[in-house]
């Protein structure tokens, strides 16, 4: 008589460091019609241009015939390396397609490079509270995570030094309104953390998915801009990888994300992805390339710039109205969050009173390590509303114990 498979016995031990992502988890509740929803970062789907991808769809086809459902080059198609290429090149340095990955959206991005970039033990600089699926994509290589704290300027640099010491192989920063405070690195830090970068020899990991959902501001450069040069003229010289994505500007069903780095990293990185998928697919890179290069984007953009806009005033105006005065919270000058810090409150516990009164959100200590964040919640404001963002906070304010 054949006995049954003991699975738990038979998983790698890296398995046992993989866990269910609590925002994709929280977001099976928080997708019924009747959930006010601050869970996920998700872009407003009634926004998206229908009639303009329908129309692209087709001018694809049209165009590429038979090999847009073909297999394609694991790098990417020429057509938006090149298109990337030309976008991130400054007076200051050129970026060639050989410095391009595409990926299936940025989290792949992120994965593939804790891949070729991390071994059991090395250590890894993230601030404390970081993006969640980070974690997820780097903790079953046992890479072990040096904290550093922030506040409204973003990273806290000057805590760097001791961590640095530890002799780290990277940092990982989301330096424009990071996920999931939504705070930006000032220009004074992102300079201060590149001279300290430089002087440990520390690979700097700058993950850009909110940087083009500014509301006001003017931009500031990103990492790879203040610290890339040219290494003769067909390489980059810089300790920096950025990892960008279409996913907020465009649609993150087109899964499209990308790397620009120097070409050994390129070249490592193509091989962890051949293993990973072959490659992108085809069809949704010659969207994605349609649309850019026909003006979309820039059309496009300011419409969600003045939605979001829009519904973070409506969120920061409510949170101001209905939250009680020891409370904060964090004021984005873009992207897609707000982090509220409550009065010795247990977010993790409050959340099924909150789910219970129609209101999603995800409790703060899924994003922090060492036990922090319990009295934090992450809102998102890009998928609701300005009205449904303001009944929602209401909602949420009456099952504070403090509310």
């Known amino acids: 008589m054949a006995t049954e498979i003991n699975w738990d016995g038979r998983f790698a031990r890296r398995a046992s ?14 997708s019924r019609p009747e959930i006010i929803s601050f869970a996920g970062g998700l872009p407003a789907a009634h926004l998206f241009p229908m009639r303009r991808v ?19 080059r694991t790098e990417g198609i020429t057509e938006l390396r090149d298109w990337l290429a030309q976008h991130f090149s400054t007076r200051r340095f050129q970026v060639n397609r050989e410095n391009v990955l595409i990926t299936t959206g940025g989290q792949q991005a992120l994965d593939l490079l804790g891949r070729i970039l991390l ?68 220009l004074s830090r992102r300079r201060r953390l590149l001279e300290s970068a430089r002087r440990y020899s520390v690979i700097v990991v700058e993950d850009d998915p909110y940087g083009e959902l500014r509301y006001g501001e003017k931009a500031l450069p990103g990492l790879l801009q203040l610290d890339a040069r040219n290494r003769g003229p067909e390489d980059l010289d810089s ?19 990308w790397v620009i780095a120097p070409r050994a990293v390129i070249d490592k990185l193509t091989q962890a992805k051949q293993a990973a998928d072959l490659h992108t697919s085809t069809l949704d890179q010659h969207l994605a390339f349609e649309l850019v290069t026909t ?89 609701a509303p300005p009205n449904r963002i303001e009944a929602g906070i209401k909602a949420l304010a009456g099952v504070l114990p403090c509310g």
């Open 295 to 383: 003006g979309f984007l820039d059309e496009f953009l300011p419409v969600l710039q003045l939605h979001y806009a829009a519904r973070r005033d409506a969120m920061l105006g409510a949170l101001e109205k209905y939250f009680p005065k020891d409370a904060t919270w964090t004021k984005p000058d873009g992207g897609m969050f707000v982090m509220v810090t409550l009065p010795n409150i247990n977010a993790g516990e409050l959340l099924p009173k909150a789910l219970k009164a129609g209101v999603a959100y995800v409790p703060g200590e899924e994003f922090h390590m060492d036990g922090q964040g319990k009295n934090t919640m992450r809102l998102n404001f890009t998928n």
């Open 239 to 257: 300790r920096v990888i950025h990892v960008g994505t279409f996913s907020k500007v465009l649609m993150p069903g087109l899964r499209i994300g």
């Open 17 to 30: 460091l993989m866990k269910r992502s609590a925002v994709r988890e929280i977001l099976k509740v928080a």
């Open 119 to 186: 071994d059991e033990g090395d250590k890894v600089v993230v601030e404390n509270p970081t993006y969640l699926a980070l974690l997820s994509a780097w903790r079953p290589t046992g890479a072990k995570f040096l904290p550093i704290s922030g506040d409204a300027s973003g990273m806290r640099v000057e805590e760097l030094e001791p961590l640095l010491k530890q002799k780290p192989k990277a940092i990982y920063c989301v330096p424009n309104f990071q996920n999931p405070r939504g705070t930006t690195l000032t």
């Open 54 to 72: 329908k129309a692209a769809l087709m001018t694809v086809i049209n165009r590429v015939g038979p090999e847009v459902l073909q297999y394609s």
